[in-house]
């Protein structure tokens, strides 16, 4: 727990799994219940791309693992 990319990657975790459960879940329970213009989709679509740039830095920290010794 001393490796300061261990606390960002769960940070980042806990971020995404916000950002799904508070953002991007209802707004897709809401556009395909009621379809629009597709202005919905469009920031739907914004959220899920921060969602998988937040995992992307995720898997990238546990995989480089900066700062840690061989």
Avoid at 36 to 52: E, H, P, Q, V, W
Avoid at 54 to 68: D, F, K, N
Wanted: glycine share 8%; hydrophobic share 55%.
């Amino acid at each position: 727990m001393g490796e300061i990319w261990i606390n960002i990657s769960m940070i980042l975790t806990v971020v995404a799994g916000g950002l799904l459960v508070l953002h991007i879940y209802p707004r897709q329970r809401d556009a395909l219940a009621a379809p629009d213009d597709g202005k919905r989709l469009r920031t739907l679509s914004m959220l899920a791309g921060i969602y998988n740039l937040l995992w992307t830095i995720v898997v990238v920290l546990m995989i480089v693992r900066p700062g840690s010794h061989p």
